[in-house]
Each structure stands twice: as structure tokens, then as C-alpha cells.
């Protein structure tokens, strides 16, 4: 078979479409013979196919366009027009041979024409059978497609009306085949996109660029409350075949694979959010803060608006009563939305639910619950009509509430809200918000505790510090003690002042290791020990030395402790030191001295003696005693520390409180990580007596 067709184009594969009409696709040769099997009648398409011009065929016998012709004579020929004009039409395929001697096969129809006066003859068409086979495999192939094609097929037209599709897609649309031909599509198919699908869909009729594997969401009319999401492809029809001008496209129903992808990423959200929860919520031992990090941790991803909110309980051993009213006190909230619910979530602080609301019902039954906002949750759980009115016109659709329980215990509750512009929340995310609740509750209970253990150190720490200090008319002081922030617990800092005979004032600061209940208890027991030791009136060194008995006796594993015994007689104290800072005194000139001659070992190591230290401190001279809090913090050193200390202390004047309160202000931040003790001392001196003879 020739390669190359007329007008020098090639040949294609078996399924190529080629633009022109069905007799350009295969090219037919027409006829004839007369009477006496002579060819009569010589069309262009004859020429084309077997060669021959008219004058060389024209009253030639037929049988020179069969294989099997022997000089006139042709059996193929003449069994043809046998037929032909036996049965007044026939087709078959037979060999024939053209005008340069090829031969091939070639499907004949033969059909005999009456003419005038009697006269007939027999009409020919023939095409080549390689062509024809094409063609028939062609349409044999789109046929099959049509009708077995699990893809939805479709044509359109300008106007974007069905012209023709396939069963497949009208089971797609839920509605049979005729119910589409001649309708627009935007008559089957619903969309919400603003009508950028049609404009797209007129832009490749248009003769635009075609679209391949768009997403697009709809539902149909056979389907009205069901939600699709295909995927599509269009491409403007060529008009071939002289076809009018539309669209082709092919649409497969994809929803179920985008729902897994969906449902694949949020698993991945889902994941994710829970490992921000573990590593944001309880950064602190603080409930407020927690509750805090919980709300700021749903936000923006799992909702739009979150309020955590703990119950009131009179007493912890009280059992929740779904048939009573439930009060709660709101600690942390936040939204996304615009106002007004900014107002809703952070208006109120103490909230009460009226018996069988929803809140009742999430806490009697311990599983989160998620409701639509509607009349019947406003009216079962909201008593107060302005905030109805609020929740009414915040914007928020649904609301998702999980109870806080810890250690079998309802602490609270945290509210998770969506607006109508996001999805409902699911069965899974209800079991998000559980597990977010979970890890809330347990970390809010492990801060309630705390901050219980906390108060009662805090408590105990301040029953046995004094609340005013016994100083006698010649020392004036200011003092004052700064708890630790933070996650720091208390500590055992301490001081005291007593007053000795002979009007003498002894001044005691210290510290004991450790932080807590047991630091704080440690603390009282040392100073009521010291002022004990002091009433009795023994030398610094010898009280040093019985703390440092009492501190091994006790368990103590390390303390501090600096004592001074102030004369105002002679102006001289007496100064011994248990590794506590040094002591600064300030002169009357502004001079700073720091006392660092005896350190000494601190208290509970045990076995070393305590050294002492006497110096004269002029009248009006301030003592400043501290602990290690005031000087000691991150990122400094003590040297530093200190430095600083004396340059405050210089700088500071007029009364004591207002010294006190300079230095406490420059030396410590807003929340320290060490408890602080300072004491300021101003001494005076005392007249002696001249003695008068009687």
C-alpha cells in the first residue's frame, strides 16, 4: 500500500482525525457501465483512486480495474455486475489494480439506473478497504467509548447545551440522557462559584486554550442534596466532519478521592494541632496562663472563638447536681471574629448555667458535645437576654463543648466556636477537642495544686516572718521581703530583730536552701532558734555555732545566716557570718563600706568555728542587710551583683521606706526568680550619763 496520499499528506495511526469532510477522511470513486460492461461514466474520485484519466478509461472494459483481469475479461468484474444487475445492488470487497499495475483491496456498491428508451446501466462506488477499515474502526472505537466508558463524555455546543454525552455522565447528573440534549448546563449542573465554571467553559468554546483536570465542586439537579467534586477537562471541537462548533470535555466524579484527601490532611492538622498542644499547654504552673495557651492553641486552626472556664465549687469534695444551676468563672477567651463577639467571649468573668443546659449535659455525661447555635441551645443555656442577643450576632454557627476533668474531678470546661463560614465540627472533632481538653485538664489541675501548695508556703512563710520588728529607740528600720515569681516556689528567707539588754539591737538575716513547704518550715524553725539563742544573749560566734547544731539536728541541708549585735552605747557591733552576702554600711558622708571580713561556712556543714568581726559605725550610718536573691541573677554575676547593690544604695537618700523601695525597684525585675530580702538599718547613739557629786 502506497505511503503516501494524495497532495503529498501522510498517513496517520488507526484512531487520527483529520479536518475535512467524511469523503476528504475516505476518498470514493464513482462509476459506470453500459450495457456491454464498458465503463461509461468516469468521476474526479474514480481519477484519484485508480489513476486513469477520462479519455484513457472511458468506453474501456471494466474489467481494467480488477486484479484478475485477462485482456477484456474479468471474472471479478463481471460477477459484480452480474449481481448488480441481478439484485439491483451489491457490495463486497474485491482486488483491484490501478493504472500503474498496484493492486489492492477495494469494497465496491454497485446499483443499476434505469435510463430513457429502455436504456440502463450499473452505477459504481469503491473506496479503498484500508481506508474504509480506518474509518470503521474509528467510529466502531468511539461507538464503544460512548457507551462503555466509565468517564463521563459530553459535547456542547456554543450556547453551552448538551448535544450529546454518555451514560456514564448522566448517571453522574442523575438524570437519563434525554433529559440533557438541547439544555444548558447550567440547568443540570448547581454551582456557587459566582459563574467562573461557565466562563471558563465559554472561553474554550470560544477557541481558547483547553482545561485539563480542573477541581470544581457542584451538585446537579438529579442529585440536589449531594455534594460532587470532579475533575475536568474541555477542549474546543475543530468542526470536523463539518460538526458544528462547541466544546468536548470528559468529567470523573472524584469526590471520594478528594474526601481521602481531605480526610488525609486533616489527620495531618489534626496531628499537628496536638503536638502544638503538648508542647504549648502547661509551659507554667500558672491557671490563667494555661488556660490561656489552650485558647490561643485551638485559634485560628480548629475554630474561629474559645473561653475556658472553671467551676465554682464551694467546696472540692462537692458532687456535680445536673438538677442545680452551675456557676463558672471565665479565665481565658479569645476570638478571630470580628465584634460582636469579641464582647461575647471576654464580657463576662462569672458565668451561671440555668439546669439542663448544654453544659449540664457535657459535664454529667464527661464527653464533649457539639450543637448547632440555634433557638432551643440559646433558650436551655443562656439566661441573660443580652447575651442571647450577643451569641445571636456574633456569627458563631456551632459551638463544641469539652469538660475538664482531671483526677476524676469536673475542674471546668473549654468551648470551641465555629462561624457559619467553616464546616460543622465532625465525630472527629470531637475526639480533637477531648484529647485538647484532656491535656488542658491535667495541666490546669497540676497548676491549681501548685498554686495551692504554693499559698500554703506562702501562708506558712509569712506566719513565721515578722510582721513588725522590735528595734528600741535607737535603730530605725525599713525592711522588706519580695516572693519569688514564676515557676519558682517560696523560699526560706528570713529575718529578725531583737532587742537585747543594755538597749542593744540585734539584727539576724538568712536563707535557707530550697524552696517550698519544707524550706518554709526550715525557716521558721532556725529563726525562732535564733531568736531564741540571741534572748540569751550569747556572742555571734556562739549563736553561729548552736544554729549550726540545730541545722544538723533538724535535717537542714544547707543554710545561711549573717548576725550583728549593734551598741548604741559604745557605737561598735559585733558582726559574725554563716556564708550570708556581706553587710554594707552607708556613712553619713556617702561612703560605702562592704564587711567582708568573716564569710564563714554555711550553716549544717558542720565542724568549723565561726569567726566574728567588730566595727565602730558612725551615728546616722545605714546598715544594709539582704540575701543572695538581691544580688544573684541570670546572665550576672555577684561581683556585679554587688557592684550594683553599693551603687544603689549611694544613690538612694531620704527616709528609709523610700531607700527600701529605690533599690528593691532597680535591682530586681518584675518578676524574680529568687525570693528577696532587704533590711535597711539607720543607727544612733546613745548619751552617756556625766556623773554629778552630791
Known sequence: MPSDRPGGGRLHGPFWSEPGTLLQHVPVAVFGFDDVDRICFWGPGARELFGYEPAEVLSQPGAVLFADASGDASPSCAWMLEQGRAEGYWRGRLRARDRAGATFDCGFRVFTVSGVEGHSAVMGLASRSDELDRVKTNLAFLDALFETCPIGLVMLDPELRYIHLNQALADMDGLPVEAHLGRRMDEIMVMSDGGEYQRMLRAVAAGGEPVVGALVGLRTRGYPDRDQVRSVSFFPLSQALDSRPGVGGLMVDVTDRERAILEATASRQRLALLDRAAARIGTTLNVNLTARELVETAMPDFCDGSVVELVEWADESELFDPALPLVTRRIASGTILPPPAIELVSGRETVTYPPGSVVHDVLRTGRPIAAEVDAELVRRTVLIESRARLLAESRVAWILFAPLIARGTVQGLAMFGRSAARQPFTRDDLSLAGELASRAAICLDNARLYSRVQNIALTLQRALLPSALDTGPYVEMAHRYIPGGRITEVGGDWYDAIVLPGERVALVVG??????????????????????????????????????????????????????????????????????????????????????DVLGVPLGVGGCPFGVTEIEIPENATLALYTDGLIEARGRDVEAGLSALRAELGRASGPLEAMTDHIITRLLPDQPADDTVLVLARVGRRQRRSSVPR
Not at 550583728?564 to 556617702?590: E, N, Q
Open 511 to 596: 536563707d535557707v536552701m530550697g524552696h517550698g513547704v519544707p524550706a518554709a518550715a526550715a525557716m521558721g524553725r532556725l529563726r525562732i532558734t535564733a531568736k531564741t539563742l540571741a534572748r540569751r544573749d550569747l556572742d555571734p560566734t556562739e549563736l553561729l555555732t548552736e544554729l549550726d547544731a540545730c541545722t544538723l539536728e533538724a535535717g537542714i541541708e544547707l543554710a545561711t545566716c549573717l548576725y550583728i549585735v549593734y551598741d548604741p552605747t559604745t557605737g561598735r557591733a559585733r558582726i559574725a557570718s554563716a556564708g550570708h552576702p556581706p553587710p554594707l554600711v552607708l556613712r553619713p558622708d556617702g561612703a560605702i563600706e562592704t564587711v567582708d
